[in-house]
């Protein structure tokens, strides 16, 4: 039996021609670490869960992208960083909510997942409890960089002059994630992110709420999704697209494009990756864009930015 992988980075309305070729390379080279450590997972028997944890601490370490290091600002300066993941085979799920302080949010989340018995912890609470978790922690200067900090000012600014929002949806959210179908036929999602820049401290996005932002079931697929997360949240989307193939009989591809496309039309802008149990993988965003990237067996990693086909090196 085969095994895939799909990643990504966020989406959001990146133009070509917004970023220099020399930000769009570093992107790609970025996508392909993380995929070659979702694969040496797998390629070495290694299951659906390890690989997605895996996948995604390799983008959290990543400043690029919008979680663990690199996490967007709330409104009042700090990071909250949410992170999920979910077990196909068992429907085993763990999650934090609006914490800072371990290195890697995803370890916190599968920490709730097979040392607590709850799916979703925050706050306060979620950090005593994960302080007597074996997980690496970081000051809050490691998870700070100039280019979020400049962003959350830009946007506070806007509000002060309540100025129309013509931001790069990219700069203002993000968030990453990772769907993997394993040698055994078993499914799993992984997604962290720091949230929206500028949200309410306290706000909680799709990204810890099981069927809206991660969703994972052998019995269908596993998904992880990113964009403005209250649209992901209120029409269930990730459960949405498994509902469609568990119910309706659609494929991965036609349940997920749906799904995307009635969230745009509804003014959700995003998009998600998805694999199903048999090893076929989706990655529709409304978008502009959205980092994104896929690698099987052959262990040739395949990525994208914009709407272009995915480049394998
Ligand atoms: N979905 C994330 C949130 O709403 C942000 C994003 O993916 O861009 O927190």
């Known amino acids: 039996m085969s095994f895939s992988l799909v990643v990504h980075g966020g989406a959001g309305t990146m133009k070509p021609g917004t970023m220099t070729p020399e930000m769009e390379a570093s992107h790609h080279r970025g996508l392909r670490v993380v995929l070659r450590a979702g694969y040496a997972v797998l390629a070495a028997g290694g299951s659906a869960l390890d690989a997605v944890t895996a996948a995604v601490m390799a983008l959290e370490d990543d400043p690029q992208f919008n979680a663990g290091r690199g996490a967007v600002f709330t409104s009042g300066g700090r990071q909250e960083m949410d992170a999920a993941v979910m077990d196909g085979a068992s429907h085993a799920a763990g999650a934090v909510a609006g914490i800072i302080g371990p290195r890697n949010p995803v370890m916190a989340a599968r920490a709730v997942m097979e040392s607590s018995e709850h799916v979703l912890l925050m706050g306060e609470g979620a950090l005593a409890f994960l302080r007597e978790q074996n997980l690496a922690w970081e000051e809050p200067g490691y998870f700070f960089t100039e280019s979020r900090w400049k962003a959350l000012q830009t946007e506070l600014d806007r509000r002060r002059l309540s100025a129309e929002d013509t931001r790069d949806a990219a700069a203002k959210h993000g968030t990453v994630g ?50 403005h997360g209250e649209f992901f949240i209120r029409w269930g989307a990730a459960h949405e697209i498994s509902a469609r193939m568990r119910l309706g009989g659609q494929s991965l591809e036609q349940a997920a494009e749906a799904v995307m496309a009635e969230l745009g039309e509804r003014g959700g802008n995003g998009g998600l990756i998805a694999v199903d149990a048999a090893g076929n993988v989706s990655m529709p965003f409304n978008s502009a864009g959205m980092y994104r990237g896929r690698i099987g067996p052959d262990g040739v990693p395949w990525t994208g930015i914009y709407r272009e086909a995915l480049r394998g090196e």
């Open 178 to 227: 990772a769907a993997a179908r394993d040698a055994n036929g078993h499914v799993a999602a992984a997604t962290s992110t720091g949230g929206m820049t500028g949200k309410a401290p306290g706000r909680v996005g799709d990204c810890p709420v099981f069927g809206a932002g991660t969703w994972a079931d052998d019995a269908t697929c596993a998904i992880s999704c990113t964009g």
